[in-house]
């Protein structure tokens, strides 16, 4: 071939020192700008951590009111304690039943419930 008919070909032409260098401080460079866009991107994730965590907490205590049917809250209420039921009854100030539940063997013994037998076991 001649240089009439020139191509435009990659070939391996070696460094001069200056480029060298060049290359080396231009790394070094590329090396500060990663390690800022990898502080910024920590930076982010954080943000989006605080941002979303309190979201999944919120979401997590909906869930589990939805699948049970209740939820936690606190009221205004006062104890009974139902003899002929064997249940606790927990009552708002106009007596309205707020919730009720079966008592616990410890909670009968104090107050001196006697369990109620099937008759089967009698």
Known sequence: ???????RRTLPIP??????EAYR???AEIDILQQEAAE?????KAAHKADTEPLK?????????????????EVECWENVNEEEGTLEYLD??????YSRKLTPTERIQYKIQFQ???QFR
Do not use: H, P, W
């Open 40 to 44: 910024r991107l920590d930076r982010a």
């Open 117 to 119: 037998r099937d008759s």
């Open 1 to 7: 071939m001649t240089k009439d008919f020139l191509e």
């Open 93 to 98: 100030a106009e007596g309205v039943l707020i």
């Open 57 to 73: 907490a919120e979401k997590k205590v909906k869930l589990a009111a939805l699948r049970s049917g209740t939820e936690y809250r």
């Open 25 to 27: 401080a231009r790394n």
């Open 15 to 20: 460094l001069t020192e200056e480029q060298i």
